[in-house]
């Protein structure tokens, strides 16, 4: 009978310590053109720097 693999197991197979301990945030960004009036969504995933926290990342990411 064939061993049931969870989520859990297959996330901590993948990857070196290192990436494994890195974190990542998904930002949507909205924007308005003006050709067609409709809103468009884009979204991009950044990995937080160690030494940060997301909320820190995000603020200097927003205040540029």
Do not use: C, W
Request: net charge positive.
């Amino acid at each position: 009978m064939a061993k049931k693999q969870t989520f859990e197991d297959k996330v901590k197979k993948g990857g070196t310590p290192q990436q494994q301990n890195l974190v990542k945030i998904k930002v949507v960004h909205a924007h308005d053109p003006k050709k067609t009036g409709n809103i468009r969504f884009n979204e991009r995933m950044y990995t937080v720097p160690n030494g940060k926290t997301p909320d820190q990342f995000a603020k200097e990411l927003f205040s540029k």
